[in-house]
Antibody, heavy 118, light 110 residues
Framework: EVQLVESGGGLVEPGGSLRLSCAAS????????MHWVRQAPGKGLEWVSY????????YYIDSVKGRFTISRDNAKNSVFLQMNSLRAEDTAVYYC???????????WGQGTLVTVSS | QSVLTQPPSVSAAPGQKVTIACSGS????????VSWYQQFPGTAPKLLIY???KRPSGIPDRFSGSKSGTSATLGITGLQTGDEADYYC???????????FGTGTKVTVL
C-alpha cells in the first residue's frame, strides 16, 4: 500500500522558516509527480505546489511564490517544502500527495500542522 | 478565492440521492478531467472519482461523476450516514498552471 508520511511541522514565529519533508514508500517514487496541499483550520483545501518526477516542472500558488520552494530527492524517495518568510495566513495542515496524471491526486499523507504565531 | 464553485451544503434522507455541482470555466473543467475527493473531519482527503467518472478500487458504485461543458457533478445514491463528509472537486487549471479545488460541500444525512 502506498504510504506518504509528512514531518517537520510545528510552531514558528511570523517571518520564520520551516522545512517539511514527506517520505514515500511502496511505489516507484521517481515516476510520479507530487503535490503539497494545505488546509487552514476550518477551511477548504488549497493546493500549494507541484513537482514533476524529474523536477523538470515546478509550479506554485501565487501566494507562496518567492517564499516556498519545493524539491525532491528520488534516491531517498522524499519530497520537501522549504517555507520561508512565513505568515499567519500560512497556518494550516500541510498534506503531501501523489499525482495521478495532471488532474487527479490519488494518495495523501496524514498531514503535518504548521502554526505561524508569535 | 477558489475558481471552482460548489454549494456549501446539501442534505437528504437515508437511501435518497444527492448531487453536488462544481462550476468552473474553460481553462479548468472545460478542458480537463475532473476529480472528486471525500474528507471526514480530522482526516486526509480520499480520492472518490477521477477522470470525470472513474472510481478507484474500493469505491462503491453509489458514487458517480459526470461533466458537461464547464461544470461537473458528483452523485451519491442510496445515501448512508457514513457518507456524511465534505466533498471537493478538483482539476488542473491550464491558465493558472495550478491545481484548483472547489469550495467544498458538506453532505448531511437527515
Amino acid at each position: 500500500e502506498v504510504q506518504l508520511v509528512e514531518s517537520g511541522g510545528g510552531l514558528v514565529e511570523p517571518g520564520g522558516s520551516l522545512r517539511l519533508s514527506c517520505a514515500a514508500s511502496e511505489f516507484t517514487f521517481s515516476r510520479y509527480s507530487m503535490h503539497w496541499v494545505r488546509q487552514a483550520p476550518g477551511k477548504g483545501l488549497e493546493w500549494v505546489s507541484y513537482i514533476s518526477g524529474s523536477s523538470s516542472y515546478i509550479y506554485y500558488i501565487d501566494s507562496v511564490k518567492g517564499r516556498f520552494t519545493i524539491s525532491r530527492d528520488n534516491a531517498k524517495n522524499s519530497v520537501f517544502l522549504q517555507m520561508n518568510s512565513l505568515r499567519a495566513e500560512d497556518t494550516a495542515v500541510y498534506y503531501c500527495a501523489r499525482a495521478r496524471g495532471a488532474t487527479s491526486i490519488d494518495y495523501w499523507g496524514q498531514g503535518t500542522l504548521v502554526t505561524v504565531s508569535s | 478565492q477558489s475558481v471552482l464553485t460548489q454549494p456549501p451544503s446539501v442534505s437528504a434522507a437515508p437511501g435518497q440521492k444527492v448531487t453536488i455541482a462544481c462550476s468552473g470555466s474553460s481553462p479548468n473543467i472545460g478542458n480537463n478531467y475532473v476529480s472528486w475527493y471525500q474528507q471526514f473531519p480530522g482526516t486526509a482527503p480520499k480520492l472518490l472519482i477521477y477522470d470525470i467518472d472513474k472510481r478507484p478500487s474500493g469505491i462503491p458504485d453509489r458514487f458517480s461523476g459526470s461533466k458537461s461543458g464547464t461544470s461537473a457533478t458528483l452523485g451519491i445514491t442510496g445515501l448512508q450516514t457514513g457518507d456524511e463528509a465534505d466533498y471537493y472537486c478538483g482539476t488542473w487549471d491550464s491558465s493558472l498552471s495550478a491545481y484548483v479545488f472547489g469550495t467544498g460541500t458538506k453532505v448531511t444525512v437527515l
